[in-house]
C-alpha cells in the first residue's frame, strides 16, 4: 500500500480480554515501531523491529504486552488480560533502515479502549 | 528514559499570528524532529535537525537545533487555519539507541 496501514482503527473490549493489533508498514521499509499515546500526551516508545536482528523491546510497559513480526512484513501488538489503564492509542511507524535520519512514517492508529 | 520538556502545552491565536514553540532537555541529543499530529492520523514530519546550530526552513516553518544541544525552537509565521493539530518535538538523545524520544506536544489552535 501507499502509506502504514494499522487495523482496526477502534477496538473496545472488557477488562481482562486479550487483544491483538496489526500493522501493515510500508513495502521494503525493514524498521518497524510501535509507539503508545495516551490522551493528551506524547509518544511512548513500546519497541521496535530491524530487519531480522532481535527486537528492541525495552519500552513494554509489562509481560502482559508482546509483539511479532514476520520478517519485514506485517506486525502484530498483543496485549493480555488488558486493564483500563492500557487505553490509548497504539501507533505504528515504519521506515527504510535503523538510522534515525530516515523519514518515520506513522499509520493512523488503533484507538484502543478498555472498559 | 531521556524526557524532553516542551512547552507551550496549548496556544490559541489568531490566523495571521506568528507562533513560538520549543522543547528542552536536561541530556544532549544528536538529532531534533518537529512532527504535526492531525485528529485521527498518525504524525507526520516537518522538520529534521542533524547539527548543533542547524537552522531549517520548511515553508512558513522555521526550525533550529540549539548551540548546547540540550534544546530546540519551532516557529509557525502567518499562521493559518490548517497549521492548527498538535506539535510534537523528538529527538535521539547521546547516549540512547535509535529509537525516538518525544515531547507532550502543544496543541495549538488558530481562529479565524
Known amino acids: 500500500g501507499a502509506g502504514v496501514s494499522q487495523s482496526p482503527s477502534n477496538k473496545v473490549t472488557e477488562k481482562g480480554k486479550d487483544v491483538e493489533l496489526r500493522c501493515d508498514p510500508i513495502s521494503g521499509h525493514t524498521a518497524l515501531y510501535w509507539y503508545r499515546q495516551r490522551l493528551g500526551q506524547g509518544l511512548e516508545f513500546l519497541i521496535y523491529?530491524?530487519?531480522?536482528?532481535?527486537?528492541?523491546k525495552s519500552g513494554l510497559p509489562s509481560d502482559r504486552f508482546s509483539a511479532e513480526r514476520t520478517g519485514e512484513s506485517v506486525s502484530t501488538l498483543t496485549i493480555q488480560r488488558t486493564q483500563q489503564e492500557d487505553s490509548a492509542v497504539y501507533l505504528c511507524?515504519?521506515?527504510?533502515?535503523?538510522?534515525?535520519?530516515?523519514?518515520?512514517?506513522f499509520g493512523s492508529g488503533t484507538q484502543l479502549s478498555v472498559l | 528514559g531521556q524526557q524532553l520538556n516542551q512547552s507551550p502545552q496549548s496556544m490559541f491565536i489568531q490566523e495571521g499570528e506568528d507562533v513560538s514553540m520549543n522543547c528542552t532537555s536536561s541530556?544532549?541529543?544528536?538529532?531534533w524532529l518537529w512532527y504535526k499530529q492531525d485528529p485521527g492520523e498518525g504524525p507526520v514530519l516537518l522538520i529534521a535537525l542533524y547539527k548543533a546550530g542547524e537552522l531549517t526552513s520548511n515553508g512558513r516553518l522555521t526550525a533550529q537545533f540549539g548551540i548546547t544541544r540540550k534544546d530546540s525552537f519551532l516557529n509557525i509565521s502567518a499562521s493559518i487555519p490548517s497549521d492548527v493539530g498538535i506539535y510534537f518535538c523528538?529527538?535521539?538523545?547521546?547516549?540512547?539507541?535509535?529509537?525516538?524520544?518525544f515531547g507532550k506536544g502543544t496543541k495549538l489552535t488558530v481562529n479565524p
Open positions: 523491529f530491524q530487519g531480522n536482528s532481535a527486537p528492541d
Open positions: 511507524a515504519s521506515s527504510l533502515s535503523r538510522r534515525i535520519t530516515e523519514k518515520l512514517f
Open positions: 541530556s544532549i541529543f544528536n538529532t
Open positions: 523528538a529527538g535521539q538523545w547521546q547516549g540512547g539507541s535509535e529509537k525516538l524520544v
